[in-house]
């Protein structure tokens, strides 16, 4: 019994394999904590992406106010060439508001007797997965950037 106690005592003092359970035990932590900080990145660099995109759309718009369905089919192409995304994924339409409304419409028709101002809506969807979902944990992220552009007021 004594000689157990002994060998008990001399395996409790020695440390030559500690670092290797103290690794074994912190790196699969430090690897799903870099793993996740790599998919966060890759959600706000598209987010970031979407954003710079809608702003140049904006700037396109600005400079060159479209206001046929041709023109508006020619910014969304320009878009869509630089994002990336399906031509379904974004849209170009075109929106008014009456007077001093906060709410837009579709037709300025609706407009009776009250300035009308002209606006194009530019809007950008996406879908990111991150790669945590395949583990059941999350779910896909939806990106969506909607601008109004005001091209006239009359």
């Known amino acids: 019994m004594r000689r157990r106690l002994q060998?008990?005592?001399?395996?409790?003092?020695?440390?030559?394999?500690?670092?290797?359970?103290?690794?074994?035990i912190v790196a699969p932590v430090l690897v799903l904590m870099s793993m996740g900080a790599f998919q966060v990145?890759?959600?706000?660099?598209?987010?970031t992406e979407?954003?710079?995109?809608?702003?140049?759309a904006t700037g396109i718009a600005l400079a060159s106010p479209p206001e046929t369905n041709?023109?508006?089919t020619t910014l969304k192409s320009v878009i869509v060439a630089s994002t990336g995304l399906d031509s379904d994924q974004v849209t170009?339409?075109?929106?008014?508001?009456?007077g001093s409304a906060t709410t837009y419409?579709?037709?300025s028709s609706t407009c009776v007797g009250t300035k009308?101002?002209?606006?194009?809506?530019?809007?950008?969807?996406?879908?990111y997965t991150p790669a945590w979902?395949?583990?059941g944990f999350g779910s896909p992220i939806n990106f969506n950037v909607d601008r109004y552009v005001m091209i006239k007021q009359s």
């Open 7 to 24: 060998s008990l005592a001399a395996l409790w003092r020695d440390d030559r394999g500690a670092m290797l359970v103290e690794t074994a």
């Open 41 to 47: 990145s890759q959600v706000v660099a598209r987010q």
């Open 50 to 56: 979407l954003q710079g995109a809608a702003a140049e």
């Open 70 to 72: 041709d023109q508006r």
């Open 92 to 98: 170009v339409s075109e929106k008014f508001r009456c």
């Open 105 to 107: 419409v579709d037709s």
């Open 116 to 127: 009308v101002s002209s606006y194009v809506l530019i809007q950008l969807n996406d879908t």
């Open 133 to 135: 979902t395949q583990w």
